[in-house]
């Protein structure tokens, strides 16, 4: 497309089009700013060639309206003379290219044309680029971001945002460090992206934004870099396995019970075999002595300690023995409500305020009811205990009820435990109690864990412990 309101400018245009090859282009004339404008409109041209001075209008205010209205085709502007200025103006006004009429000839018309189509080609090229990489970006199932050299952020995709219940309008307020649950694992990713220039698959704890909820991450990073390979920002991906995780640990739960399990089968089995010839020995030798004073004194302190060994062998395989539950229909709200009354008198003889939550519906769970009651009761009484030093102590039951399961939380505000304990609290025959023998809280997480629930805890020294069980939904 030719737009000139000249017609000898137009001819002479013709003539050197000619030059370079008639086969290869046909054209159209435009005698006037307003026609040239309707068909620009069109976008039916590969190329336009427009004059600056167009009466109605000037060639800029053509090029600007045009873009504007989506022709995108490269467009050159013809001047009458070299203007500096005016041909910065055409570039922003967006235009590929100026060219001034008293330097116009076949080969700078030719060298012009072959230009502006090249770089129409490569701005097409690179935006269907752009285009792509975008929609890897937003559409990717994984979160992606990217942030400049102190870690604020520039951009991230939907998962990302949606991962972590950000909004968009706070995002470029935010830093990747806002994210870290814990201060000194930022710094050692950092460390870890200095000496190596990048980091794949750092697992760190990450928070949710206006949550106490904490996710387990793979974060995987590298750096972007300039003309200059100096770094400009950062871009990186988060993989959330909080899931994995906690499968990985139900799983090794699971087969920590089934070993203490066998290794309980085993010790009973080797201990009550000689167990039982003391006991019938020692009926034996208390029948032959039964007049001697002290040596009935000694055969009954054999045979209480025997009882003693007898009774723990019990209590151990009790604790590991995953016995056919016996399930039923039950609201989850009736056990808890049967577990107070039963711990009612020592709540309220320790002076211990009591707060429910969510206790006044009716849930149906499929459970063993009395074996459930026996976990509760073992985690509220261990509760009370630890909180025998507490001027004001505060039990607190709580119980949400979600989707696909229930979620018990039943938290104190004792002594804690550090983290020590809390590693090996289910540990069985580990106890911190004096005179405890280390089974209960086994006997709790095999409960659980024969519902098909998970139990978590939470605990820090002088502050209190929670108990987090959550119980699947029929």
Known sequence: MIIDD??????????????????????????????????????????????????????????????????????????????LELDMQAIKAGAYDYLPKTLLSTEMLERTLRHSIERFEQSILFENQQARFKNLFEQSIDPIYVTDATWNFLEANDSLMNLFRLKQEDLYSKTLQELFSQPDTFTDFITQILSEGFVVNFICTLRVENSNKDLICLLSSSPILDFQNRVTGYQGMIRDITQLKKAEKELMQAEQMNLTSRMARIIAHEVRNPLTNINLATDE???????????????????????????????????????????????????????????????????????????????????????????????ITNAIEAMEQVKEPLLKIELDILDKEVRLKISDNGCGMDEHILKNLFEAFFTAKTGGMGLGMTTVQNIILQHHGTIQVESEVSKGTSFIIRLPRP
């Not at 309707?38 to 309206?65: F, P």
């Not at 004194?297 to 300690?305: P, W």
């Not at 711990?343 to 429910?356: A, F, P, T």
Request: glycine residues 6%; charged residues 25%; negative net charge.
């Open 6 to 83: 000249d017609e000898e400018d137009y001819m002479l245009m013709i003539d050197y089009i000619s030059e370079l090859g008639a086969e290869e282009y046909s054209y159209e004339w435009a005698s006037n700013f307003d026609m040239g404008s309707k068909l620009m409109k069109e976008a039916r041209h590969d190329i336009y060639l427009i004059d600056h001075w167009l009466g109605a209008g000037t060639g800029l205010d053509l090029i600007r309206d045009a873009t504007l209205n989506g022709c995108r085709n490269p467009k050159i502007l013809l001047t009458g003379v070299g203007n």
């Open 285 to 379: 030798l208390e029948y032959h002595i039964k007049k001697l004073e002290d040596a009935v004194l000694y055969t009954d302190i054999i045979k209480r300690s025997s009882e003693r060994i007898n009774n723990l062998i019990t209590d151990l395989l009790n604790s590991t023995r995953f016995g056919n539950p016996i399930m039923v229909t039950c609201a989850i709200e009736k056990v808890l409500q049967d577990v107070l009354i039963l711990c009612n008198d020592r709540i309220h003889l320790k002076g211990i305020k009591l707060i429910n939550v969510g206790l006044d519906g009716s849930t149906p769970l499929y459970v063993d009811v009395e074996k459930l009651k026996i976990a509760f009761i073992n985690i």
